[in-house]
């Protein structure tokens, strides 16, 4: 009986040899498989006996297989004549040859498989017939050459690209078929069994549709070309069953696997609270309780044996994290010289560990990292004292491991088997640290007096390690080996720190009231903080600055803080001018905000004098606080306001916490200043007045006396100026006296001595002795003619400085300004700061002056305050003459007033030349286009971006990346874009239209990047001039995506979503064209290049820059070729026919079905270009203009009044803008 069908049948069964368990036995049986295939397909199937030999030859293998076995000894098995045309000698011939290549398609690289998915049919079996791994197909009976084509050229035939083989008669289309169809099988099984991702392969696991499918296979690296028409489908929805079987476990395993080899990463990176919240899943009594703590992947994935191995890391951590903020500090040592065993007794003793089983577990993990914990614990427990600074001194100093231990030993550590060798210097580190700590700590501890506020300054001023070391051992800190230069800069940012607190607390209102001035110094650059530091009268000075003219000259002009620095010390001075200073510390630091008039002040300062001493039982002094409330015009009761006077909320008692009281130190200062209240009644003298009502202001240690007060006026008349002054207050010998001075300090700027001084000049002109009359209008019209002789002195500088009004805008723009602030940034700024300080100190010079003008115009006597007398008239004609001259020269100061704070406007203003150079240096500025639809927004480096591409979407749709050196003027105007940034644009289209109108929504982002490359890019050169180009990327983060739902009768997306896609690539265009220079633009030189994963999304971005290169303008119109497509699906030249534009491309639709959205897109563009050519033209001009501006700096030169002005303010503290005369005529 013929066996042509127990014969296909055996073929049909072939694969199962591939499936023997027993290697060895595999790979003998797979030998006599290929070789009884390979005889089948030489033999002639038109030959009967030959066709029967080759398979009777191999009946040893045939016969494995039960259909066959007992036929292959007949010669006669196989009919060349069988009924079935299926089972014909050439049908089992081509069955032969497909199962010879399907049979080792498992053993093959997946490249192999890919490209068999490739090809079509011819492809593939030229390339089938090269992979003699899958069979000698070449041969095989009846198997033609490669297909050939003629060469125009040499007339002659050569192999077909990519080559072609028409043998269907071997291996047919549809044999071809179902090689493809299990190609994809094992290239699918192998890419799941590869495949470490959980996220593909969850993917795939839940694909619900073809579609799904297609994109997990995708996810999973399966070609797309495989996938896409008119590829056939070779996978289909949902998965055979065998398949899925096999992927499940695969997909379960990975993750398993993943779960258990990130956990230990997973907990590493828990915060803290989170970790701190799996106590009660660490002390769970069952492993299901335990894994319902755990984070979900984890819960849901780890296997039961991972899950008990999870328990020592997870509990090795938390312990690490306990034993670090447990505030107990006896049984750390216990702890530390445990044996492993006694360690787990150890650590359940502590207060917040109980016993529980995870800490075994824990112990058994990590005991060293367990260790380490109670290690870092443990130092960081350690007081700061002299002894224990010097054993972690010690310790940091060592250089070997056996060194490092001796130093534990030291400090009571015995159990030292643990630690690694390669691990002691990171323990090394944090004894480091809390030495450096314990630095900070001390030197935060040291009292302030002049001899402590004289070492900090020393320790801050150290500019070298050497020279900081040599300070830190005068203060007692010895070893000082380990100290490193990062410490030290860490050490002297705390001590400047706490060396301003102790200068400010010298002030009448210490630290507590100055919360701005610490934050405006703590963000000062640190040579800023260095020079006030370095002559702390500067701070003295910056505490009574009113105005924002004077803060900037100790701040710095750019300093942060500067306006609420002025709000604070103006506020502040309302309370300095108190009778009594525990009162007014009170008002100051009192939660309400409290803010003082001079009215106020006169009212509270009369309350002080009348009752402030008078009160002997709280209901009296309840009642003195009451009147102090109502000036205040704060509502009584207040509870903020009575617990600033020490009393209850309701005012009904003194808060008995404290042994002494508000109420206790106010009364003590009333009867200090008893005295100065009886001078004040009894004196007609109006400068002594005026020094009395300054002493009252000034906290006393005991009462001064009328020879007190006698003693501190000729003291002020003898002294030319302030520093005089306080130096014979500081050298006297009687206490009351000698304690004043600090009080004084804190209460007389100079600009106040010099008008007391004048009013005490003045005030014989009040009198009717002669010879002091002349003398006094003498000394007054000296001072007059130093003022005048000044500011006539500055007429030079005023001329030298004119050329600064014909500086503009433009000449600040200008590359050449721009250019030299780049090349020689610190001789730029140099030059053009002191430029600005010498104006500054001329500024300052002349306020200083028309505030002495106001005080002497406000000392001398009026018509009726000029004592009558024989004289009368003569004397009033001479102090009016005085008068109109010193009017006049008022006028002219505030003329010449005007002038420099105009220049200094312009140099050192918002947009002066410092401020310009500053941008120039560091590139701060730069444009950005926004398109309509569209909102744009900087994410600076370090900061994350707020939108992340879908899952699975692992490359980017579209993305353009050029080299520009230019800038878009006349857009938005942001920070410059540095390495890391990036410029976010989100678009936001919204269509209305249609009967019934219906709303379409699209939503999309682009982001463009400036990110450093390693290889900076090249410079271009052109026109003569060397172009620096910047790398810029522009990513499609979003493609546009309908966020609107289509009706319920819609089917298929929306066809409006094409018209946001163009508004959206349009947009993207123009903001890509925007970042060339219009001396610059794209070309081949200077291209664009593309790259994508999405032929569809690069078609439509290729397709928006062409039609803009065209349509722009005339100096910024380029050509399709400037537009590299580097890699990704899309070829520009399927866009293309032989006539131009194909009718199917997207440049036909854009053209004629959105020539709206372009045209407005194009309008764009063509504006910006204009624009950056007039910006061209006006730098030109300004190239001119800065020469003149360059020969104006170099013709100002230092003048010796300028040098004796920056003198004055350095010794007296910059001159307020608005000064206030504190007397009247």
């Given amino acids: 009986m013929a066996m042509n069908s127990s014969f296909l049948t055996a073929l049909h069964s072939i694969y199962r040899v591939a499936e023997i368990a027993d290697l060895t036995q595999r790979a003998q049986h797979e030998k006599m498989r290929d070789d009884a295939l390979d005889a089948v397909l030489k033999s002639d199937p038109s030959n009967t006996d030959e066709f029967r030999k080759a398979v009777s030859d191999h009946n040893a293998f045939w016969t494995l297989f039960l259909s066959m076995q007992g036929a292959v000894d007949s010669s006669q098995l196989l009919d060349p004549n069988d009924s079935d045309p299926q089972l014909s000698f050439s049908k089992l011939h081509q069955k032969a040859a497909e199962e010879r290549v399907r049979a080792n398609l498992y053993k093959v690289d997946n490249q192999v498989l890919i490209a068999i998915l490739a090809n079509n049919p011819d492809e593939c079996r030229a390339y089938l017939a090269d992979k003699t791994e899958l069979g000698l197909l070449k041969n095989a009976k009846g198997w033609l050459p490669n297909v050939t084509v003629l060469n125009p050229t040499t007339n002659t035939q050569v192999p077909a690209v990519p080559p072609q083989n028409k043998s269907v008669a071997v291996l047919p289309d549809e044999a071809i078929k179902q090689i493809q169809q299990f190609a994809s099988i094992y290239l699918l099984n192998n890419l799941i069994f ?34 896409s028409p008119p590829a056939p489908i070779r996978i289909t929805h949902p998965l055979n069953k065998l398949l899925s079987d096999n992927f499940k476990g695969r997909e379960l395993e990975v993750r398993q696997t993943w779960a258990k080899d990130n956990f230990e990463t997973y907990v590493k990176n828990l915060p803290i609270d989170q970790l701190l919240g799996k106590k009660e899943a660490l002390e769970a009594t069952t492993l299901e309780n335990y894994r319902k703590g755990l984070g979900e992947i984890y819960k849901n994935d780890l296997s039961e044996p991972d899950l008990k191995d999870s328990i020592g890391i997870l509990g090795a951590r938390y312990l690490q994290v306990v034993i670090s903020q447990t505030e107990e500090n ?17 650590i359940g003793s502590f207060e917040d560990v109980r016993e529980s089983d995870y800490i075994a577990a824990a112990v058994k993990f990590d005991a060293p990292g367990i260790r380490q914990g109670l290690l870092q614990r443990f130092i960081s427990s350690l007081d700061t004292s002299a002894a224990n600074i010097k054993l972690l001194s010690e310790i940091n100093s060592v250089k070997t491991t056996e060194d490092f231990i001796a130093g534990l030993r030291k400090l009571g550590i015995t159990n030292v088997d643990w630690i690694n060798k390669d691990e002691w210097k990171a323990m090394q580190a944090w004894s480091h640290a809390k030495a450096v700590e314990m630095v900070q700590e001390q030197v935060l501890s040291m009292e302030n007096t002049p001899a402590n506020q004289a070492t900090l300054k020393n320790i801050n001023l150290a500019a070298t390690l050497d020279e900081f070391k040599g300070e830190l051992i005068k203060i007692g800190i010895d070893p000082v080996d380990w100290v490193t230069n990062s410490n030290r800069i860490k050490i002297q940012n705390t001590t400047r720190n706490h060396a301003f607190k102790m200068h400010i607390e010298d002030d009448k209102f210490g630290e507590l009231y100055r919360p701005e001035l610490l934050k405006a110094l703590n963000q000062l650059p640190q040579k800023k903080q260095e020079a006030l530091l370095e002559k702390p009268q500067q701070l003295r000075h910056l505490l009574h600055a009113k105005d924002a003219n004077a803060v900037k000259f100790y701040l710095g002009r750019d300093a942060k803080g500067i306006n609420e620095v002025v709000q604070e010390n103006t506020r502040l001075a309302g309370f300095q001018k108190l009778h009594n200073v525990p009162l007014a510390k009170a008002l100051a630091n009192c939660r309400i905000g409290i803010s003082l008039n001079a009215k106020q002040i006169v009212a509270i300062n009369k309350i002080i004098k009348d009752e402030g001493g008078s009160y002997t039982d709280v209901d009296k002094y309840k009642s003195f606080v009451d009147k102090i409330s109502a000036v205040c015009t704060i509502p009584t009761p207040n509870r903020e306001f009575y617990r600033a006077f020490d009393l209850n909320d309701d005012g009904s008692a003194l808060i008995s916490a404290k042994a002494e009281t508000l109420a206790d130190p106010i009364i003590n200062q009333h009867a200090y200043n008893a005295g100065l209240y009886n001078f004040t009644a009894n004196s007609t003298d109006i400068s002594k007045k005026m020094l009395v009502d300054l002493l009252l202001r000034v906290e006393k240690k005991q009462a001064l006396s009328d020879a007190h007060i006698n003693k501190i006026d000729s003291y002020f008349k003898s002294s030319k100026d302030v520093n005089a002054f306080l130096k014979k207050i500081s050298e006297d010998s009687e206490p009351a006296i000698k304690s004043l001075k600090t009080g004084i300090q804190n209460e007389l700027p100079a600009i106040l001595f010099n008008q007391l001084k004048i009013q005490s000049l003045a005030t014989p002109l009040r009198g009717k002795n002669t010879p002091q009359f002349n003398n006094s209008l003498k000394m007054i019209n000296e001072q007059l003619d130093g003022m005048t002789e000044a500011r006539k002195s500055f007429s030079d500088s005023a001329d030298k400085l004119k050329f600064l009004a014909d500086v503009d805008q433009t000449h600040l723009a200008a590359p050449q300004f721009v250019r030299e602030s780049k090349d020689d940034p610190d001789g730029m700024r140099a030059k053009f700061e002191d430029l600005a300080d010498k104006c500054d100190a001329i500024v300052d010079k002349l306020l200083r002056n028309r505030s002495l003008i106001k005080a002497q115009l406000a000392s001398i006597p009026t018509s009726k305050t000029l004592p009558q007398g024989p004289f009368y008239f003569e004397r009033w004609n001479r102090i009016r003459d005085l008068k109109d001259d010193l009017q006049e020269e008022q006028i002219a100061i505030e003329e010449s007033l005007k002038t420099f704070q105009d220049y200094q406007t312009r140099l050192s203003g918002p947009s002066g030349i410092l401020k310009a150079i500053d941008d120039a240096i560091a590139g701060k500025k730069n444009d950005y286009y926004e398109p309509a639809t569209f909102t744009t927004s900087i994410v600076k480096a370090g900061n994350s971006i707020t939108t992340a591409p879908p ?6 749709a579209a993305s353009a990346s050029l080299g520009s050196s230019g800038k878009v003027n006349n857009f938005l105007t942001g920070d410059r874009l540095e390495p890391g940034d990036k410029c976010e644009y989100k678009m936001d289209h919204t269509i209305i239209n249609g009967q019934p109108p219906t709303t379409f929504r699209a939503q999309g982002q682009f982001t463009e990047s400036y990110d450093q490359t390693d290889s900076p890019a090249p410079s271009k050169l052109k026109d003569g001039k060397i172009k620096k180009q910047e790398e810029r990327t522009f990513n499609v983060d979003q493609i546009p995506t309908q966020i609107q739902l289509p009706s319920s009768r819609q089917t298929g997306s929306d066809p409006r979503l094409k018209e946001s896609k163009v508004n959206f690539y349009m947009g993207m265009a123009v903001a890509i064209v925007a970042c060339f220079d219009p001396s610059n633009p794209p070309s081949k030189g200077n291209p664009i290049r593309m790259n994508g994963v999405s032929e569809q999304e690069m078609r439509h971005l ?37 006539f131009g534009f194909t009718s199917e491309s997207l440049y036909k639709s854009y053209k004629k079905e959105h020539e709206n959205t372009v045209t407005a897109k194009v309008t764009d563009a063509q504006g910006m270009a204009k624009r950056q050519t007039e910006h061209i033209k006006a730098e030109e001009r300004a190239e001119k203009g800065i020469e003149k501006f360059k020969k104006g700096l170099s013709d100002m030169k230092t003048k010796s009044a300028v040098a004796e002005s920056e003198k004055d303010r350095e010794e007296e503290g910059a001159a307020p803008e608005t000064p206030s005369v504190g007397f009247k005529h």
């Fill in 194 to 227: 590869k495949s470490t991702d959980k996220v593909a392969l969850k993917q795939l696991l839940d694909a619900s549709n073809q579609s799904e499918l297609n994109a997990a296979m995708q996810a999973l690296g399966f070609p797309q070309q495989a996938l």
């Fill in 330 to 346: 006896e049984n750390f040592l216990t702890a530390l010289n445990a044996n492993d065993s006694d360690l787990v007794n150890a």
């Fill in 951 to 956: 899952v699975a979407a692992t490359s980017i």
């Fill in 1102 to 1138: 290729w397709t928006a820059l062409v039609v803009l290169g065209e349509k722009n303008e005339k100096n910024m119109r380029f050509k399709r070729d400037v537009i590299i497509v580097e890699s990704g699906p899309f070829n520009p030249a399927n866009e293309r026919g032989r």
